[in-house]
C-alpha cells in the first residue's frame, strides 16, 4: 500500500512558476514508477510527467516538454514536478499517482494508487 499526498498547488500568473510535491508512504518507495496528470474541469485526466523507479528515466506529454521538470528524492519519499513558462491552458488539479514494478507508464490505467490531487490556476 502507498498513500500520496500532493502540495505546491496555488494561483500564478501566466509566465510564472510553481513546484508541486507529493509524499508517498511506504517502505518500497524506490520500487514504484511515479507519475503526475492533471484534469481540467470538462476533460479527462491526462498524462504529465512520469519517472521510473530507478530515477532514470523520465517521460513528458508534448504539451510541457520543455518546460515541466520531473524528479524524485529517495531519502525523502517525494516526487516533485517543476513547472515553469505556465500558460492558462495548464490550469487544472494535477494529481501524483504510483504503480510498483513498471519500467513506463502513462495512461491513468495502469497506474493503481492516486493523491487527492491539488489545484493549480494560472492567470493571462
Known amino acids: 500500500q502507498v498513500q500520496l499526498v500532493e502540495s505546491g498547488g496555488g494561483l500564478v500568473q501566466a509566465g510564472g512558476s510553481l513546484r508541486l510535491s507529493c509524499a508517498a508512504s511506504?517502505?518500497?518507495?524506490?520500487?514504484?514508477?511515479m507519475g503526475w496528470f492533471r484534469q481540467a474541469p470538462g476533460k479527462e485526466r491526462e498524462f504529465v510527467a512520469a519517472i521510473s523507479w530507478f530515477g532514470d528515466k523520465t517521460y513528458y506529454a508534448d504539451s510541457v516538454k520543455g518546460r515541466f521538470t520531473i524528479s524524485r528524492d529517495y531519502a525523502k519519499n517525494t516526487v516533485d514536478l517543476q513547472m515553469n513558462s505556465l500558460k492558462p491552458e495548464d490550469t487544472a488539479v494535477y494529481y501524483c499517482?504510483?504503480?510498483?514494478?513498471?519500467?513506463?507508464?502513462?495512461?491513468?490505467?495502469?497506474?493503481?494508487?492516486w493523491g487527492q490531487g491539488t489545484q493549480v490556476t494560472v492567470s493571462s
Open positions: 511506504g517502505r518500497t518507495f524506490s520500487r514504484y514508477t
Open positions: 499517482a504510483a504503480v510498483r514494478d513498471t519500467v513506463v507508464a502513462m495512461l491513468p490505467r495502469e497506474y493503481d494508487y
